[in-house]
Nanobody
Framework: QVQLVESGGGLVQVGGSLRLSCAASGSPFIINVMGWYRQPPGKQRELVAT??????TNYADSVKGRFTISRDSTNILTLQMSSLKSEDTAVYYC??????????????WGQGTQVTVSS
């Protein structure tokens, strides 16, 4: 089992920055991809960014150049968000997954943290 706990959400103005963190505990060695997803009000959950154990990153087009995902050796996942827009308002979820080829064998989710960008 893997437990994921997010922190760092809050209220920020348009153009501002915010940093989200996710602490993985339990048996984080069983996951090989971590990522951030978000669910805007009234919409479905969507991918924000992922990072593999090897450090390969993937970003949604809407956040490229503004958000940076990273993971350190202590299993802390971070999402640095800059130049925030009102459309970035959402509940942000930390995800840990065991992926084999194209198959997601197992998924773990955090409880979510609210990010609100005000104009």
């Amino acid at each position: 089992q893997v437990q994921l706990v997010e922190s760092g959400g809050g209220l920020v103005q348009v153009g501002g920055s915010l940093r989200l963190s996710c602490a993985a505990s339990g048996s984080p060695f069983i996951i090989n991809v971590m990522g951030w997803y978000r669910q805007p009000p009234g919409k479905q959950r969507e991918l924000v960014a992922t990072i593999t154990n090897g450090g390969n990153t993937n970003y949604a087009d809407s956040v490229k150049g503004r958000f940076t995902i990273s993971r350190d050796s202590t299993n802390i996942l971070t999402l640095q968000m800059s130049s925030l827009k009102s459309e970035d308002t959402a509940v942000y979820y930390c995800n840990g997954a065991l992926v084999s080829g194209k198959i997601r064998v197992r998924d773990y989710w955090g409880q979510g943290t609210q990010v609100t960008v005000s104009s």
